[in-house]
RNA sequence: GCUCAAGUGGCGGAAUUGGUAGACGCGCUGGAUUCAAAAUCCAGUUUCUUCGGAAGUGUGGGUUCGAUUCCCACCUUGAGUACCA
């Protein structure tokens, strides 16, 4: 019998299915493990050879966990809001629905035959109405939160209503807009319903607000700060520009240091973690009040600047303050005399785009505004500046320079030559600024003399606050997140308009469904594609969607334009996959499913969401937990991301001059042209089929191809995979080809899972003929040649050496070499000529992870009825591995030189004795003496001298 | 600039409580089988070598009986971030 793999996967695939032996159940005596992959977003491509890497490995994770004994979650989905359906959509007019299922057929085709132990029964599509509803659901949960700075968390926004009704808001410790005023029970009981409403919204933590947006014209729509990389696109590099506009914000910002401290709950690589606490970016410090000094030409009233510090300790080291071009201050207090001065700099400023700022750090820019503060211990007059170091956007927008601890203050006052005080005890500040912490003294700073950091910070935010004029205080860079896309494929928010205040619908109505339109752009004055619907009205006499003309503001009212981000359903699928598809009606998940599964055991995908996806749904979870819905503070315990598969591009060289194609080894020092030929076309050998090229595009019809020994050689380079470069690899192919667990251990034998690492067609031959071993271990031309012999010695201990491998690598996800262990096991037990049921059975199981369709197919002919996958995992037994002698290395100065077979049970003396009495040591020593002679028994023996 | 990760044969990679560097596989070379090819099997494959050996894990130093593994400095590549006060 031959190893007919085509044959075998296609059946065991369907007995899969039919019988769903990977079914997950939400009652179980065995402990709970969910194991769960990113889910895609189904692109029209389809799936390449890197997509399913991840995949297989938590794959096999989790058939590891079954064998285990474990009651595993094991589900996979699709992620089908997103923007290339709808760019698609623009072009042809195809409703993105229609595109999207169609992808999405294409998708589970390339995963079924892969053989993936997915329980499909709960798949989810983020585009489907009964889901998107929950989505809706949960954005009006942020609606009704606000977040509670002491008891902090989020709580109902009713509770907050009732302490403005009883006491106002001053006692009122919140998470909430800067620019709230203070009012009183009864300042709050007199405002109208819409005064209230607007108060509110700063609460919330979903709020409407005008917010400087980056604004993507050629998508048409705004982009979040993640989405957004290099000042372009992420999707389409297209062009990003500031523009104000009245966006929904999620207010993640209330939760900054909740995200930062969970962190260190959860089991994530360090380099996920450290991209987190950057991105949150907190910095301790103090604000600081400095009041400006009163001129003749001032308002009367007196200013104050506000400025965050890290740095408090340094405050006598301040010899000037630099605002933010953009600070409203700087009208008020310029002088006459500079007026013109600051107002020429604040246009320059104006006028470069954000991008130039960030990629021109250094030059220096600025004006003075003749304006000066007082210092708040000295009483010294500070000069004010503006400068476009400073961001408007973060801390105040202000900055107290203390150039002698600050480069960039530094470098500013050099730049105007403003005097550059040193407050570091011997310290040099000729050169540059002194920036660190450590290791130093204060001085000519009053009471601050002699004191080091720690010390000096505690006093001063002490005597600030004193003055009343500072306090400690926290800054994080997390900004809140805008959640509004101006875009058709998205989630409709449940949200209609009184009297251009937002109103959410109530939860038994919805989902609100996404209407149809007859274009996907945005309309003619300039509003989003929602805008083209005709029946796009909230009726609240019949709670239904109705047609724009019914539109009165009394009953009907229009309907929210705008639609949801693409990480608003992916911010909470992995809850939705915990109730059974049957059980989903009424809840977004039961309160039974939620606690029974509790959040992802094992979570495997990009790194690329790191500050998205990964961010948002710690941030949903948490409001979640806040509120009562789930249990959990945390949605993925244990994170690890996959490495990417490069592709290996093939070029062809054409003479620049003559056209013609001229074999990689035969360009020499001629002017060529690199150009990017199909790999389908290029066999293991870099040898190019070069009629297949010539009829691949018409303008190749006629080259000319020079050859080397008949030969037309092309050159490799390792780049990203994808379409344009034409070294797209579709697994397909290779399963037709080689089959699906052929594929499965090639992905892992390429290299350790987090790696980037090139995929290489070629090599495959190595795993596919492992395969083939395997099976002659157990199948020859007569039918299955496993006997009930008992195992020899040897047989039983490759079998246990392989079994302690394995569990460890699983354990470690190191699935790179637990293959090829499987392979000196199977190499090992040919030599043997094992045939031992005792040891080809627990073998199998052993396997059958990774390579499940082969593993099924013998186990069934052993003459077993269950399926492989609920067998339990082989037990390591370390009798079988211990060893009476061992070949010991004999090194001279620690370099191994021979080695001798001696017993284990040897005492040192005797084993120095049996190595010196040795022939080669006598030739290595070469009358020699030895300083000293090192024995490790059981591991090795150095010779020094 | 800052933060983090990684540098090992022609290629993917293996080896860390410090103890035989290059497992396993690809590719390559030679052989068997075959009319031939594919497939399969066997042997070899880090470099240098006077065939005894010697050197060798990005570079230079250090700790140690012994370093791919630990420490210091540097170089290169990749990722994240970018005037964050």
């Not at 809706?136 to 907050?160: M, P």
């Not at 503006?386 to 960039?408: E, F, H, K, N, W």
């Not at 598969?645 to 001059?657: N, P």
């Not at 790696?755 to 067609?761: D, E, F, H, I």
């Amino acid at each position: 019998m031959k190893y007919d793999f085509n044959q075998i996967e296609k059946k065991w695939q369907d007995h899969w299915a039919k019988n769903e032996t990977f079914k997950a159940v939400n009652n179980s005596d065995k402990p709970k493990y969910f194991v769960l992959d990113m889910f895609p977003y189904p692109s029209g491509a389809g799936l390449h050879v890197g997509h399913p890497l991840g995949y297989i490995a938590s794959d096999i994770y989790a058939r590891y966990k079954r064998h285990k004994g474990f009651n595993v979650l094991h589900p996979q989905g699709y992620d089908s809001f997103g923007l290339p359906a709808e760019q698609y959509a623009i072009q042809t007019g195809q409703h993105p629905r229609i595109t999207t299922e169609a992808n999405i057929k294409t998708y589970r085709r390339q995963l079924d035959q892969i053989g993936f132990s997915f329980d499909w029964s709960r798949e989810v599509r983020t585009s489907n109405p009964e889901y998107y509803k929950w989505t809706q659901w949960i954005f009006i949960q942020l609606f009704e939160s606000w977040y509670n700075n002491d008891s902090n968390k989020a709580e109902a926004i009713n509770t907050l209503v009732s302490e403005f009704e009883s006491k106002g808001n001053a006692s009122v410790n919140a998470a909430c807009d800067d620019d709230v005023e203070i009012f009183t029970a009864d300042e709050w009981n007199n405002y109208s319903s819409e005064q209230q409403q607007e108060i509110l919204l700063k609460y919330r933590l979903t709020y409407l607000a005008e917010t400087e947006v980056n604004w993507c014209p050629d998508l048409g729509t705004v982009l979040a700060n993640d989405e957004i990389v290099n000042g372009v696109s992420e999707r389409g590099g297209h062009p990003v520009v500031r523009k104000k506009m009245t966006q929904w914000s999620m207010r993640i910002s209330a939760y900054a240091e909740r995200l930062l401290q969970g962190l260190d709950t959860i089991d994530w690589t360090d380099a996920l973690k450290d991209i987190q606490k950057n991105w949150i970016g907190k910095s301790v410090g103090a604000q600081v009040e400095f009041n400006v000094i009163p001129t003749e030409h001032s308002d009367k009233e007196p200013h104050t600047i506000s400025v965050f510090t890290t740095r408090p300790d340094t405050i006598f080291g301040v010899s000037f303050m630099t605002l933010a071009p953009e600070h409203e201050l700087v009208s008020q207090i310029t002088t006459p005399k500079q007026k013109a001065e600051v107002e020429a700099y604040i246009v320059k400023t104006a006028k470069r785009s954000e991008r130039d700022r960030m990629a021109d750090v250094k030059t220096i820019s600025g004006a003075f505004t003749g304006a000066y503060a007082e210092h708040p211990f000295s009483k010294e007059p500070i000069p004010i500046w503006i400068g476009d170091y400073v961001l408007a956007s973060y801390g105040t927008g202000a900055v107290m320079s203390v150039p002698c601890g600050d480069q960039r203050d530094y470098d500013f006052a050099k730049h105007f030559k403003i005097p550059i005080p040193n407050i570091f005890e011997g310290v040099d500040i000729s050169e540059g600024a002194y920036a660190s912490k450590d290791n130093v003294k204060i001085t000519n700073s009053d009471f601050l003399d002699g004191m080091n950091y720690k010390k000096a910070t505690k006093r001063a935010i002490y005597e600030l606050e004193q003055l009343g004029q500072g306090e400690g205080k926290t800054n994080y860079r997390l900004r809140d997140a805008v959640f509004s896309r101006q875009r058709y494929w998205g989630e409709p928010f449940p949200v209609y308009y009184l009297n251009g205040m937002p109103q959410m619908i109530a939860v038994e109505h919805l989902p609100i469904r996404l209407p149809e339109v007859e274009k996907y752009l945005p309309t003619e004055e300039g509003e989003p594609p929602l805008g083209r619907a005709d029946v796009w009205a909230w009726d609240t006499a019949t709670n239904s969607v109705v047609s724009n003309d019914k539109i009165d503001n009394k009953t009907v009212h229009p309907l929210e334009l705008n639609t949801m981000p693409g990480w608003a359903g992916s911010s909470w699928y992995f809850f939705r996959y915990m109730e059974e598809a049957a059980n989903r009606d009424g809840v977004f998940a039961s309160e039974d499913a939620l606690n029974y599964w509790e959040n992802v055991d094992l979570y495997i995908g990009g790194s690329e969401h790191a500050t998205g996806h990964l961010l948002y749904s710690r941030f949903w979870v948490k409001l979640l937990k806040d509120r009562g819905f789930v249990n959990v503070e945390e949605p993925f315990k244990k994170l690890i991301n996959q490495g990417m598969i490069l592709g290996t591009s093939a070029f062809v060289y054409r003479d620049e001059k003559s056209g013609e194609f001229y074999s990689k080894g035969l360009i020499a020092d001629r002017k060529v042209q690199s150009i990017h030929a199909d790999v389908s076309f290029v066999n293991a050998s870099d040898e190019l089929d070069v009629e297949a090229f010539k009829n691949w595009r018409p303008e190749f019809k006629d080259a000319e191809f020079i050859l080397e020994d008949g030969i037309y050689k092309v050159g490799r380079d390792v780049e990203k995979m994808s379409k344009s470069k034409y070294n797209v690899v579709n697994p397909d192919d290779i399963v037709s080809d080689y089959g699906a667990d052929s594929l499965r251990l090639y992905e892992m034998f390429l290299g350790p899972l987090e790696q980037y690492k090139p995929w290489n067609t070629a090599g495959i031959t190595g795993v596919h003929n492992f395969l083939k071993k395997l099976w002659k271990l157990y199948v020859d031309d007569n039918g299955l040649k496993v006997t009930d012999a008992e195992p020899a010695k040897d047989n039983l201990k490759t079998l246990h050496k392989t079994i302690k491998k394995v569990e460890e690598d699983i354990e470690n996800f190191s699935f790179n070499t637990s293959v090829s262990t499987f392979m000196i096991a199977v190499n090992e037990l040919t030599a043997q000529k094992c045939r031992s049921q005792k040891i080809l059975d627990p073998l199998l199981v052993l396997i059958s992870p990774y390579a499940p369709h082969i593993a099924e197919e013998l186990w069934s002919q052993l003459g077993y009825s269950d399926s492989i996958s609920t067998a339990t995992f082989p037990k390591f037994e370390e009798k079988f591995l211990v060893e009476s002698s061992k070949e010991y290395p004999i090194s001279f100065n620690g370099k191994m030189r021979f080695t001798m077979e001696l017993p284990l049970d040897l005492s040192k003396d005797d084993i120095e004795a049996a190595v010196m009495a040795h022939e080669k040591t006598i030739a290595q020593l070469d009358g020699r003496t030895p300083k000293k002679v090192i024995v490790v028994p059981g591991k090795i023996v150095n010779i020094v001298g």
